[in-house]
């Protein structure tokens, strides 16, 4: 598989591939930025929202929230799972919304599906053109500098009878505006050992390179990518928090 058919065609399968991700913490750590540097309004709209589990913990909050994904399956599901928000099939570096929001959240890393700098500006200018006064755009990303690319993560889950095991994690080449996040699905059952593998690719920038495409449009903040604490960027780890308010 390629691209982003492993989303698309095995999209039942997605919450059991997040299933170690802890989506309440996310969710209330944006809204806590929300409210110390954003405008406090409640109007939201998740980028690439998946499935819906954010948007659930947004609504749970008292938010009117709502998604954007461009894969028709996980919308299928974030309706099921969210049937009073509105989920939007759009492309999230060609969207617009009718009413602007307060908030846009970008959670999983998926601000890097914009997949080259070029889309990535649209994406961003896109996002500013949505947000109300002093709206808040709120994402983690990867510097592409520190990427280890023989490091993954995996975990394991079991489901209808049979037994997963998820695997990721990112390649860079060392040049490039061009990242991969690799993944690997393994499913096995009494009989039956079933093994998916798929290359998303991703942009690849440093964090420099992304507050500058940043800087004309947000006034910016790095933090620590620590759902738990809100804490100033260290400058050395490889994964941090944005923190963008609308000029």
Same mark, same amino acid.
């Given at each position: 598989?390629?691209?982003?058919?492993?989303?698309?065609?095995?999209?039942?399968?997605?919450?059991?591939?997040?299933? &170690?991700?802890?989506?309440?913490?996310?969710?209330?750590?944006?809204?806590?930025?929300?409210?110390?540097?954003?405008?406090?309004?409640?109007?939201?709209?998740?980028?690439?929202?998946?499935?819906?589990?954010?948007?659930?913990? $947004?609504? +749970?909050?008292?938010?009117?929230?709502?998604?954007?994904?461009?894969?028709?399956?996980?919308?299928?599901?974030? !309706?099921?799972?969210? /049937?009073?928000?509105?989920?939007?099939?759009?492309?999230?570096?060609? $969207?617009?919304?009718?009413? /602007?929001?307060?908030?846009?959240?970008?959670?999983?890393?998926?601000?890097?599906?914009?997949?080259?700098?070029?889309?990535?500006?649209?994406?961003?200018?896109?996002?500013?053109?949505?947000?109300?006064?002093?709206?808040?755009?709120?994402?983690?990303?990867?510097?592409?500098?520190?990427?280890?690319?023989?490091?993954?993560?995996?975990?394991?889950?079991?489901?209808?009878?049979?037994?997963?095991?998820?695997?990721?994690? *990112?390649?860079?080449?060392?040049?490039?505006? !061009?990242? *991969?996040?690799?993944?690997?699905?393994? !499913?096995?059952?009494?009989?039956?050992?079933?093994? *998916?593998?798929?290359?998303?690719?991703?942009?690849?920038?440093?964090?420099?390179?992304?507050?500058?495409?940043? +800087?004309?449009?947000?006034?910016?903040?790095?933090?620590?990518? &620590?759902?738990?604490?809100?804490?100033? *960027?260290?400058?050395?780890?490889?994964?941090?928090?944005?923190?963008?308010?609308?000029?």
């Amino acid at each position: 598989m390629s691209g982003n058919a492993l989303y698309t065609d095995l999209s039942g399968y997605y919450d059991l591939m997040c299933a &170690d991700i802890d989506y309440h913490a996310q969710s209330h750590a944006v809204q806590r930025l929300q409210r110390l540097f954003g405008n406090g309004g409640f109007r939201h709209l998740d980028l690439a929202c998946g499935t819906g589990p954010h948007v659930r913990h $947004f609504l +749970d909050a008292g938010y009117q929230s709502s998604g954007l994904d461009i894969n028709q399956p996980m919308l299928d599901q974030a !309706r099921v799972r969210c /049937p009073e928000a509105e989920f939007i099939l759009q492309d999230m570096c060609h $969207f617009s919304v009718e009413q /602007p929001v307060d908030l846009i959240s970008c959670f999983l890393y998926s601000i890097h599906y914009a997949a080259s700098v070029e889309r990535l500006k649209r994406c961003i200018g896109k996002a500013h053109d949505a947000l109300a006064q002093d709206g808040l755009f709120c994402f983690n990303a990867v510097d592409k500098g520190r990427i280890d690319s023989g490091a993954s993560v995996s975990h394991s889950a079991e489901h209808a009878d049979a037994s997963f095991r998820f695997t990721s994690g *990112w390649s860079y080449p060392g040049h490039g505006e !061009r990242q *991969w996040l690799k993944l690997r699905i393994q !499913r096995s059952s009494t009989d039956v050992h079933q093994e *998916w593998a798929d290359e998303h690719p991703m942009v690849a920038v440093t964090f420099a390179e992304l507050k500058a495409l940043l +800087d004309p449009y947000f006034e910016v903040q790095l933090f620590e990518h &620590d759902y738990q604490r809100i804490l100033p *960027w260290d400058g050395a780890s490889g994964n941090a928090l944005f923190v963008c308010v609308k000029r």
